[in-house]
């Protein structure tokens, strides 16, 4: 049985390798590889723990933990300064073998939920626009593409980003 619940310090190592894989599985063929083969856990997880202890961080990180542990992971907060009562997703993975599952949608559900208790109306993402995988997930959660974009560069590659709304 699968819930979510906060992020713990013991949570860094898995919610690390959930993003590592979960990006080398969704960005193959859309991020150089060179980027995707350079990700290291190790690197990741050091990253992490630096966010995690940082005083006044805005961001909530929320795990689905199943029998064996975290199996998923989203990070939530405040949208773009400014926009008072936008929420923004700002990562949701879970290992590549469990996609489809649900864990994404459990994952999700539980931060609307939090974000709407919170005093958001609206909850934004941004989605490289060749991820069609995941922008089909999010148009079935409810989300659509508002027409604005960002490019973000990986080893030299410029890729284009939409963003996502929804109403929560």
């Not at 879970?94 to 939920?113: S, T």
């Amino acid at each position: 049985m699968t819930h979510v619940r906060e992020m713990s310090e013991a949570d860094i190592e898995a919610v690390s390798t959930i993003r590592v894989r979960g990006w080398q599985a969704a960005y193959a063929g859309i991020v150089p590889g060179t980027y995707l083969d350079a990700m290291t856990v190790e690197d990741d997880a050091d990253q992490r723990r630096q966010r995690f202890f940082r005083s006044g961080r805005r961001s909530t990180d929320l795990v689905a933990s199943g029998d064996h542990g975290p199996v998923g992971w989203i990070c939530y907060g405040p949208g773009t300064p400014g926009a008072e009562r936008v929420g923004e997703v700002y990562a949701l993975y879970v290992l590549p073998e469990l996609i489809g599952q649900g864990v994404g949608r459990l994952l999700l559900g539980e931060a609307h939920a939090r974000m709407k208790g919170q005093g958001f109306g609206t909850s934004v993402l941004w989605v490289l626009s060749d991820n069609r995988r995941a922008r089909r997930f999010y148009e079935r959660a409810g989300y659509q593409a508002d027409g604005t974009t960002q490019n973000d560069v990986y080893d030299g590659i410029t890729l284009p980003e939409l963003r996502y709304q929804r109403a929560l």
